[in-house]
């Protein structure tokens, strides 16, 4: 999942063999087919998502292009032990269009005074696939400790990034000019991922809206455009993690994420 989306064709043969019938939602998915908790993060607002009690919180940040949705499979398990939730980056699921470059510098930014404004407590462990890695690791290297655990599913690196970024980046702007003109097109679907299993017909009805809305595709692009930015930012703020629990997967099935999250939990609990 370093990329940024599927192919076309991947995405396109998904919609088709799920267009009339769709899997049982696995528990709890039909909730983050649409906006829960709205948080404001300085005149915008971000879509807030939690299950389970507990600390620490495990919050989950999704890859590039993608909403918080992506992780229905695997926050019920992660809600059984502990707090854990999703939010969506600006532009993406049922948070606000963005208004400003998709860097990672800036989700870092709206993470936390998504989790300030939210009044959540620390500390936290993230979970970020491919860019959304990128995104966890920034805001882990901020001051004051929040971050007391990392868990990065084929996490995208600030040194080797997609090689077809471009070609990602032009297909997303030709899908934000047919969202703008009112087209569908195949090739603009929200694409597949292996993360969140079986999709349920609420969340397949609204992974459609957002491929048709403009809004997405702007937040897309934008995310695309500015990688090099957002490499750099994170290189940049680079350090060592020292003696924070850290797993990383390589393959993103939910069994094996589920696995990682409580590995790190269970290093955090001195087991």
């Given at each position: 999942?370093?990329?940024?989306?599927?192919?076309?064709?991947?995405?396109?043969?998904?919609?088709?063999?799920?267009?009339?019938?769709?899997?049982?939602?696995?528990?709890?998915?039909?909730?983050?087919?649409?906006?829960?908790?709205?948080?404001?993060?300085?005149?915008?607002?971000?879509?807030?998502y939690c299950s389970g009690k507990g600390s620490p919180t495990v919050l989950f940040e999704a890859d590039g292009g993608r909403a918080g949705w992506d992780w229905s499979?695997?926050?019920?398990?992660?809600?059984?032990?502990?707090?854990?939730?999703?939010?969506?980056?600006?532009?993406?699921?049922?948070?606000?269009?963005?208004?400003?470059?998709?860097?990672?510098?800036?989700?870092?930014?709206?993470?936390?005074?998504?989790?300030?404004?939210?009044?959540?407590?620390?500390?936290?462990?993230?979970?970020?696939?491919?860019?959304?890695?990128?995104?966890?690791?920034?805001?882990?290297?901020?001051?004051?400790?929040?971050?007391?655990?990392?868990?990065?599913?084929?996490?995208?690196?600030?040194?080797?990034?997609?090689?077809?970024?471009?070609?990602?980046?032009?297909?997303?702007?030709?899908?934000?000019?047919?969202?703008?003109?009112?087209?569908?097109?195949?090739?603009?679907?929200?694409?597949?991922?292996?993360?969140?299993?079986?999709?349920?017909?609420?969340?397949?009805?609204?992974?459609?809206?957002?491929?048709?809305?403009?809004?997405?595709?702007?937040?897309?692009?934008?995310?695309?455009?500015?990688?090099?930015?957002?490499?750099?930012?994170?290189?940049?703020?680079?350090?060592?993690?020292?003696?924070?629990?850290?797993?990383?997967?390589?393959?993103?099935?939910?069994?094996?994420?589920?696995?990682?999250?409580?590995?790190?939990?269970?290093?955090?609990?001195?087991?």
């Amino acid at each position: 999942m370093n990329n940024f989306a599927r192919s076309a064709v991947a995405a396109a043969t998904f919609l088709l063999a799920h267009a009339n019938t769709h899997a049982a939602a696995p528990i709890g998915q039909n909730a983050l087919a649409g906006p829960q908790v709205k948080v404001d993060v300085g005149g915008r607002k971000l879509n807030l998502y939690c299950s389970g009690k507990g600390s620490p919180t495990v919050l989950f940040e999704a890859d590039g292009g993608r909403a918080g949705w992506d992780w229905s499979a695997v926050l019920p398990e992660v809600a059984k032990r502990t707090r854990a939730c999703v939010y969506d980056r600006a532009g993406l699921g049922s948070s606000d269009p963005i208004t400003r470059a998709s860097t990672v510098a800036n989700a870092s930014k709206d993470l936390h005074f998504l989790l300030k404004n939210a009044r959540m407590e620390a500390p936290f462990v993230l979970v970020g696939a491919g860019y959304g890695a990128m995104v966890a690791q920034h805001f882990a290297l901020r001051p004051r400790g929040a971050v007391t655990g990392l868990v990065l599913v084929e996490p995208m690196h600030e040194d080797a990034l997609p090689a077809d970024r471009a070609a990602q980046l032009d297909a997303a702007l030709a899908c934000l000019a047919a969202a703008e003109q009112g087209n569908s097109d195949a090739a603009c679907a929200y694409p597949a991922t292996a993360i969140n299993g079986d999709v349920g017909a609420a969340l397949a009805a609204a992974q459609a809206a957002q491929a048709a809305a403009p809004s997405y595709w702007r937040a897309r692009a934008s995310e695309l455009d500015k990688l090099e930015t957002s490499a750099s930012q994170l290189r940049s703020a680079r350090k060592p993690f020292g003696d924070m629990p850290l797993a990383e997967v390589r393959h993103g099935a939910p069994a094996a994420i589920v696995a990682a999250v409580m590995q790190v939990l269970d290093r955090q609990a001195g087991k």
